[in-house]
């Protein structure tokens, strides 16, 4: 096992957001409804990643833009739950969304756009991840840019955190996670839509998804996930690839399943070193779990246990 201090993972949210959540038993377009819950909580990818991995007793740090005082909330909220952060403040206010949140877990999203960033906040972001060589063994950049963020940053960025001998995990899509893949990122989590996205052809069975994220492996990336929704995950590393299914459950909120799967790998890389299939099963394990929690709250170790027996792993033959 490493030490405390090198196992820690930076977790970077370039647009977090303050989520709202309304619960109600069925949408109507143009009505009045009464909600059955109303909640907040701190949002964006990678500030979810670092709640799971508080969770799961992984030492974590969180960075990326807020401002005003929905930036304030968030920062308040993550140091309430324990959570480290070095956020680099911006003049204008975090961004609001609203998600509205039947009773059979159907999501209708409300996102507002992204705050304006100057040239010297993007300069300050750099120079901060210039600084962490020693401290972190992965960094996971999280999340869609915001509006003036070049398609480049991420991969200019993971090169720089391969140079200090840092781990890179990127989720995010569209051109920005075509960029990062020239870097070679450690490890990335496309969803079904986002690998169709990456290879420009529809994916109708799971062995397509299987032949495309065999692909991208082989293109030196180290671990390539690509998660199912309820028909569970696939796994892929250089001629070595998983098809993991997971038990039906009752969804409650699917918003955040996915980052939870992404911290249950940056856990398990480094809990289970001698298995990579017990990763595997914690990280699906992790995603089903979420979608049983309200909002984006992310499941404990004691929500998960349970359901790692019935997470099915099988290895294809690549």
Request: charged share 25%.
């Amino acid at each position: 096992m490493t030490n405390e201090k090198h196992r820690r993972i930076l977790t970077l949210t370039l647009n977090p957001a303050m989520d709202v959540f309304v619960h109600v038993d069925e949408l109507y377009a143009g009505s009045l409804h009464r909600a059955s819950e109303f909640r907040k909580n701190p949002g964006g990818k990678g500030i979810n990643v670092s709640k799971a991995l508080t969770a799961f007793g992984t030492p974590t740090v969180a960075t990326g833009f807020i401002g005003g005082h929905n930036g304030d909330w968030i920062e308040g909220e993550l140091d309430h739950q324990g959570i480290s952060t070095r956020f680099i403040r911006i003049a204008e206010e975090t961004r609001m969304n609203v998600k509205v949140v039947e009773a059979q877990g159907k999501l209708t999203e409300l996102n507002s756009p992204s705050p304006g960033l100057a040239e010297g906040d993007w300069n300050r972001l750099e120079e901060l991840l210039g600084q962490i060589d020693g401290e972190f063994n992965w960094v996971a950049f999280c999340g869609n840019l915001p509006g003036n963020g070049s398609p480049e940053w991420y991969e200019k960025m993971t090169h720089r955190c391969h140079d200090l001998g840092i781990k890179v995990a990127v989720d995010t899509s569209g051109e920005a996670l075509r960029r990062a893949i020239r870097a070679k990122p450690d490890f990335i989590k496309p969803n079904i839509e986002e690998l169709e996205e990456l290879t420009g052809k529809n994916i109708a069975t799971i062995e397509e998804a299987a032949t495309a994220s065999e692909k991208l492996a082989e293109t030196g990336i180290s671990t390539v996930a690509v998660t199912l929704g309820a028909k569970g995950m696939i796994v892929a590393r250089e001629k070595e690839t998983w098809i993991a299914s997971v038990p039906e459950v009752d969804v409650v909120s699917p918003v955040g399943a996915g980052d939870s799967v992404v911290a249950g790998f940056l856990h398990g890389f480094d809990y289970y070193q001698d298995s990579f299939t017990d990763t595997i099963r914690f990280a699906a394990a992790s995603g089903v779990a979420a979608v049983m929690k309200n909002g984006t709250t992310q499941p404990e170790l004691a929500d998960i246990r349970p359901l790692l027996d019935q997470i099915k792993i099988e290895k294809r033959e690549v």
